[in-house]
């Protein structure tokens, strides 16, 4: 059955490293969000791309994180330079959005990252 | 702003037990929606329902219900005979409007569940 893709599913680095998380939503869904769960934070959005255009990205640090959608297939969390702060499993999940409807999201299964 | 709050941190309970997970919300929106997720220990967060705010009417699916009552801004979780597999962490979660048809999650903070044999 359809399901969103990430990779990779773990990613140990060390502090100043460049990282960049992959996301494949699922076939024709058009919104794809990037969150970030934490033990203290809880989960935050970070980037919402609606058919590939970023709609929403106010919850992303934006001196050192980046969100892309380069296709429809594939959508890029980058963060550079990375922090032990940035610690956390990021989730990508994406959902059909249709004007006058909110529809369920979808989550990918997440990646774990770890800075040290 | 929007808000949830899911103000059981942990639960405990034994097999086959009734357990109910609260969650009020507040919003500015007139038109908005309500979700329920599951996370188990695999981490993957697993959709459970959507309800819109002009449907009051409460849902059951399987061992599963859901009782909205827009007058307390509650949309409050139920699960019957309680099993092991049930063990997770559950979020309740409401959309905010954004703007023409974009709109955002915002979640709580979840509740784990734990499911004793």
């Known amino acids: 059955d359809a399901r969103v893709t990430q990779t990779p599913r773990d990613k140990v680095t060390e502090m100043g490293q460049e990282v960049t998380m992959r996301c494949q939503p699922i076939l024709g869904h058009n919104t794809v969000f990037w969150y970030r769960q934490t033990m203290m934070q809880g989960l935050e959005l970070l980037a919402y791309?609606?058919?590939?255009?970023?709609?929403?990205d106010s919850g992303m640090p934006k001196d050192r994180f980046s969100a892309e959608m380069p296709d429809a297939t594939l959508a890029t969390l980058k963060i550079q330079p990375s922090e032990p702060r940035d610690s956390a499993v990021y989730f990508c999940?994406?959902?059909?959005?249709?004007?006058?409807?909110?529809?369920?999201?979808?989550f990918g299964p997440g990646t774990r990252l770890t800075v040290l | 702003a929007q808000k949830v709050t899911q103000a059981q941190t942990e639960i405990s309970v034994v097999e086959k037990e009734d357990v109910t997970l609260d969650c009020v919300y507040e919003?500015?929106?007139?038109?908005?929606?309500l979700f329920w997720y599951k996370q188990p220990p695999s981490g993957e967060l697993v959709f459970l329902i959507r309800r819109n705010s002009f449907d009051e009417q409460n849902e059951i699916s399987g061992r599963y219900s859901w009782n909205f009552q827009k007058s307390t801004s509650s949309f409050n979780f139920t699960i019957t005979a309680s099993q092991v597999v049930d063990s997770a962490v559950y979020f309740c979660?409401?959309?905010?409007?954004?703007?023409?048809?974009?709109?955002?999650?915002?979640f709580g903070k979840g509740t784990l569940l734990t499911v004793n044999p």
């Open positions: 979660a409401l959309s905010e409007a954004l703007g023409g048809s974009n709109y955002k999650l915002t």
């Open positions: 999940a994406s959902g059909l959005g249709i004007s006058g409807r909110v529809n369920e999201q979808f």
């Open positions: 919003t500015r929106d007139t038109t908005y929606y």
């Open positions: 791309f609606r058919n590939r255009a970023p709609l929403d």
